[in-house]
């Protein structure tokens, strides 16, 4: 068997697991890798043993092909840390920044640094992973949009001229998840399986204007009494509570973010697909871009640094 | 030893917790006993047995005290289950709707209905327990007032002419611990000691208006952003989450509840001292009752019901 052969190795390395990339000479994924060996789990702090284990194959067939990598394996609990990179940022001043390392045998690994940002009367913000994600979008044309990336921590980031303007983090994924798991709502709850009316019917009810109807931490007891009262069956409590946390999310984000422009979302299909049925509802449409864009974002950065032909 | 005379015995038994009062013949305490017999913790439900271990010798001393309980003991979970009295209603309506059990020896327990009330456009809602701590401060002369009751489920209560006409519950206290156990957040914290400068912040970072710096979702991640750029201490973190919540809760309250009167406050000193300071910064007088009130509503409902002279 004839392998295509490898432009670049990307990684996309997190807090929880890590993926890797094998990437062709158009930026197209060859083969791609995931594994549960997120940098909370790399034994005794030896990034460059789990790299070996992971892709020391593709590295050894090929040489010369430069490796980049993105996520959280920038922060301080990670391999190595690089500071932030402020706003307004695109792909030039992203892949002027990428922070080189050698490893044992002399290769070079390039690291891309996060995004800061600060917006007036706000907590500082911080993105790592995502960048790279936006770039990948990036490089397929748009210069101006709004970006959403659904997940743990969910992101809104608004691009103008091709540069990421600013950025706003949003609790929302860790948030169901707590809220499942640990809390009273959990206990009213039989699965999560994804029921499509209670999802919307959550999403309107987070969505509401506040004043007679109060805000979220009101709203999410709503979630048990309509349980107590027969109004929301086990089954469906699941669906309801995140329609209930994106709404919110979309209503506060839209205080903050131009309501009138149509989103991009990036991250997991099925996540991503659970936000834009969101829209839909509230009138909005969006975008669902392909899963890979971290891939793209490193074929991107890498052909701007020079690395890649 | 001679012990004053025993005219009631009240129980508040709740989730985890269950309390025991001796009220004399004014309708202060004599005697109070807690413990850790909360329904979920009764076994194989027996709650007749919990109740002569935890009181027996009150009960044998005073043959003829009647015996009032109140709070989650009267849920599906609990030891019978008494159907949610409607509001508007007060200490005559709960009295006249007191549930009567004979137990193994012909005594008569009393236990107190919760209320339930629905606001338009809103999920239902109910209360097990504070009906009877409202009860308590309503004896005491007040016709109209605003309660705040804080705790794992906070709740706002409007009486006027002396009936709660309605209420409202919010998440506050789970979610300040889900967070600070389970979160992100709770990762960046050293302790949960009371800070007041770090909670006043939190309270003013929580009130703020939403628009530009968005709402609950977006700003509890401010807690870890503040901490990553060293503008919040591991030690502050906790009181600052605290403070965000609680001044998340008053906002989003205000947009039901009028916010031109003062505020009575019903609950565990130190909590009620927490709620006091923050309205108290937010330029609101508030009063703290004191923590006997399920007590002193056992009293006023059995001496409304003609149970005690």
Known sequence: MVLAQTWLVGLDWGTSSLRAFR??????????REGPWGILAVEGG?????????????????????????????????????????????????????????????????????????????APEVMR???????????????SCLFVLPGTHSKWAEVENGRVQRFSTFMTGELYALLCRHSI???????EAFQASAFEEGVRAGHAPGKATGGLLHRLFGVRTRGL??????????SFLSGLLIGSEIREAEGMYS?????????????????????????????????????RGHFALARAAGLVG
């Open 185 to 191: 709502l959990g206990r009213g709850m039989a699965g």
């Open 229 to 238: 009262a027969g109004e929301l069956a086990p089954e469906a409590a699941a």
């Open 259 to 295: 309501t009138g422009r149509a989103v991009d979302l990036i991250g997991s299909f099925a996540l991503a697909t659970r936000y834009g049925r969101a829209f839909a509802l509230l009138g909005r449409p969006s975008t669902i871009w392909p899963e890979d864009l971290a891939a």
């Open 46 to 122: 030896d990034f460059e043993s789990r790299l070996r284990q992971f892709v020391g194959d593709w590295l050894a067939a090929a040489p010369l092909a430069p490796v980049l990598a993105s996520g959280m394996v920038t922060s301080r609990q990670g391999w190595v840390e690089v500071p932030y990179l402020p706003c307004p940022a695109g792909i030039g001043e992203l892949a002027a920044a990428l922070h080189p390392l050698r490893l044992a045998d002399g290769r070079i690994l390039h690291f891309v640094p996060g995004l800061a940002c600060r917006q007036a009367g706000d």
């Open 23 to 32: 990437i062709g000479a158009n930026g197209g994924v060859l083969e791609r």
């Open 129 to 143: 992973g995502e960048e790279t994600q936006i770039a990948g979008a990036l490089a397929s044309g748009p210069t």
